[in-house]
């Protein structure tokens, strides 16, 4: 029977290996995204992307009955363009309701519908965050279509995050749920704004910082703000009321927001070529 | 015979990348995946000690950092830790019984996510630690826990012929 010891070797291996791994954490912090190991990790992710697309199709028979979906793959098929019909007669819907009071206000004369002026890059899905703590997917579409860190991604029916990191041929976009996202958000009944947080996977939006006398009502859309230095253009659908209260005391109300896109069901989406306005 | 590891090792490492890249994202029990990169640290520390299982975990690690939107570096320093200790345990704690792997794996792979978090959240990394943590340990191990027997397997016939780990007594 072998028994191992606490050997030199094994501890200077084991220091080596650390010491190794916390320097790359610090030259990534320090290069913030931008230096040598940003340019290794987007090199890493264009070489093995054939190789995935590869592993997914030899994969996807395996995944689908293990995810219950026994499906033909012509029925599949007819299931997306379903889906993506419906997403975007909600879409629509939600687009109308949400856009209408800054539609009279302040758009009017223009005649803008949901980021329709905006140029867009439209990509396919290709995989979801293999993490259990990041909530993202990639798409099929990088920096040579033009797509950079920042850029906001939509569906027909909203919102559906944001550019987080981007390859030549392959973006990651950070999903609304993701803890770490935070977006600007106007109701479309008061104009009152606040912020939509992210509370993981499958889970509703919360939205802090509205007045707690401010008028709520369940199923009221609510949509990006679009306020100076907002990450995101004004009035995309981000979701509707599902519930809302205000704590005895509270200077502001807890409200829960249900996502406008299925992002557990993610196939097509768009991502707008919109920078921060004065980035 | 290290000729074959040169090229069995990575083989076996890419295999596991692609399963966990493009496979286990789909199966998901109460949104939480198992983890097949750190569970390779975990079988190579299982299978050959503590050096093998550092170095396995530093690889695996380093290529799901590559991937993830996370620090580069940061699933590589975990893994090597857990990969290490395994191999320890596997030591103090070496038994024949068929259960053994499927424990350790267990408590390796909870253990492992549980310092994954809290190392992230402590050179500030957000949304790691919350109220969903303890389900994602929980989840981890036990599908890590089922899916020990396959990826020892796949460990063991790339670790065929290694050189033994210097430090170790029949």
Same mark, same amino acid.
């Given at each position: 029977?072998?028994?191992?010891?606490?050997?030199?070797?094994?501890?200077?291996?084991?220091?080596?290996?650390?010491?190794?791994?916390?320097?790359?954490?610090?030259?990534?912090?320090?290069?913030?995204?931008?230096?040598?190991?940003?340019?290794?990790?987007?090199?890493?992710?264009?070489?093995?992307?054939?190789?995935?697309?590869?592993?997914?199709?030899?994969?996807?028979?395996?995944?689908?009955?293990?995810?219950?979906?026994?499906?033909?793959?012509?029925?599949?098929?007819?299931?997306?363009?379903?889906? /993506?019909?419906?997403?975007?007669?909600?879409?629509?819907?939600?687009?109308?309701?949400?856009?209408?009071?800054?539609?009279?206000?302040?758009?009017?004369?223009?005649?803008?519908?949901?980021?329709?002026?905006?140029?867009?890059?439209?990509?396919?899905?290709?995989?979801?965050?293999?993490?259990?703590?990041?909530? @993202?997917?990639?798409?099929?579409?990088?920096?040579?279509?033009?797509?950079?860190?920042?850029?906001?991604?939509?569906?027909?029916?909203?919102?559906?995050?944001?550019?987080?990191?981007?390859?030549? @041929?392959?973006?990651?976009?950070?999903?609304?749920?993701?803890?770490?996202?935070?977006?600007?958000?106007?109701?479309?009944?008061?104009?009152?704004?606040?912020? /939509?947080?992210?509370?993981?996977?499958?889970?509703?939006?919360?939205?802090?910082?509205?007045?707690?006398?401010?008028?709520?009502?369940?199923?009221?859309?609510?949509?990006?703000?679009?306020?100076?230095?907002?990450?995101?253009?004004?009035?995309?659908?981000?979701? @509707?009321?599902?519930?809302?209260?205000?704590?005895?005391?509270?200077?502001?109300?807890?409200?829960?927001?249900?996502?406008?896109?299925?992002?557990?069901?993610?196939?097509?989406?768009?991502?707008?070529?919109?920078?921060?306005?004065?980035? | 015979?290290?000729?074959?590891?040169?090229?069995?090792? +990575?083989?076996?490492?890419?295999?596991?990348?692609?399963?966990?890249?493009?496979?286990?994202?789909?199966?998901?029990?109460?949104?939480?995946?198992?983890?097949?990169?750190?569970?390779?640290?975990?079988?190579?520390?299982?299978?050959?000690? +503590?050096?093998?299982?550092?170095?396995?975990?530093?690889?695996?690690?380093?290529?799901?950092?590559?991937?993830?939107?996370? +620090?580069?570096?940061?699933?590589?320093?975990?893994?090597?830790?857990?990969?290490?200790?395994?191999?320890?345990?596997?030591?103090?704690?070496?038994?024949?019984?068929?259960?053994?792997?499927?424990?350790?794996?267990?408590?390796?792979?909870?253990?492992?996510?549980?310092?994954?978090?809290?190392?992230?959240?402590?050179?500030?990394?957000?949304?790691?630690?919350?109220?969903?943590?303890?389900?994602?340990?929980?989840?981890?191990?036990?599908?890590?826990?089922?899916?020990?027997?396959?990826?020892?397997?796949?460990?063991?016939?790339?670790?065929?012929?290694?050189?033994?780990?210097?430090?170790?007594?029949?």
């Amino acid at each position: 029977m072998a028994v191992y010891r606490r050997s030199r070797r094994h501890r200077f291996l084991l220091l080596l290996l650390v010491l190794t791994s916390i320097t790359a954490i610090t030259l990534d912090y320090r290069d913030g995204g931008t230096g040598t190991l940003e340019s290794l990790r987007q090199g890493a992710r264009d070489a093995l992307a054939p190789l995935q697309n590869v592993a997914s199709d030899a994969f996807e028979p395996v995944g689908n009955f293990f995810g219950g979906v026994t499906r033909y793959r012509s029925l599949q098929r007819e299931n997306a363009r379903l889906r /993506a019909e419906l997403e975007d007669a909600r879409g629509a819907s939600l687009a109308e309701e949400g856009a209408e009071r800054e539609r009279q206000a302040l758009l009017d004369l223009m005649r803008l519908d949901f980021a329709s002026t905006i140029p867009a890059v439209a990509a396919r899905v290709v995989s979801t965050s293999p993490s259990n703590f990041q909530h @993202t997917v990639v798409v099929d579409r990088g920096s040579d279509k033009g797509v950079a860190v920042g850029m906001p991604v939509v569906t027909g029916a909203g919102l559906v995050g944001r550019v987080l990191e981007v390859s030549e @041929t392959r973006a990651t976009v950070r999903l609304l749920t993701d803890r770490s996202s935070s977006v600007g958000v106007r109701l479309t009944g008061s104009g009152e704004v606040g912020i /939509a947080s992210g509370r993981g996977a499958r889970e509703p939006l919360e939205v802090e910082f509205v007045a707690a006398g401010t008028k709520v009502a369940e199923g009221e859309a609510v949509v990006t703000s679009g306020v100076d230095g907002s990450a995101y253009p004004p009035e995309v659908p981000v979701g @509707t009321v599902k519930s809302f209260s205000t704590p005895p005391g509270a200077i502001s109300q807890e409200i829960v927001l249900e996502p406008a896109v299925d992002l557990g069901r993610l196939e097509f989406v768009k991502i707008l070529i919109w920078g921060r306005p004065g980035r | 015979m290290i000729t074959d590891i040169r090229f069995r090792l +990575p083989v076996a490492l890419l295999l596991c990348l692609l399963v966990h890249t493009t496979l286990l994202p789909e199966i998901r029990i109460a949104g939480v995946m198992p983890d097949v990169m750190l569970l390779a640290a975990i079988a190579a520390g299982l299978e050959a000690g +503590p050096s093998y299982g550092a170095v396995m975990g530093f690889a695996s690690g380093i290529l799901s950092d590559l991937l993830l939107p996370t +620090p580069l570096g940061l699933s590589a320093l975990v893994f090597t830790l857990v990969g290490y200790t395994v191999g320890l345990a596997k030591a103090g704690l070496l038994r024949d019984s068929p259960v053994f792997p499927v424990a350790v794996a267990f408590v390796a792979s909870s253990a492992g996510l549980g310092l994954f978090a809290l190392t992230g959240s402590m050179i500030g990394e957000t949304g790691l630690v919350n109220a969903h943590l303890a389900t994602v340990m929980l989840v981890v191990g036990i599908t890590n826990g089922i899916l020990v027997k396959p990826v020892l397997r796949l460990l063991r016939w790339s670790l065929a012929g290694r050189p033994p780990e210097r430090a170790y007594a029949e």
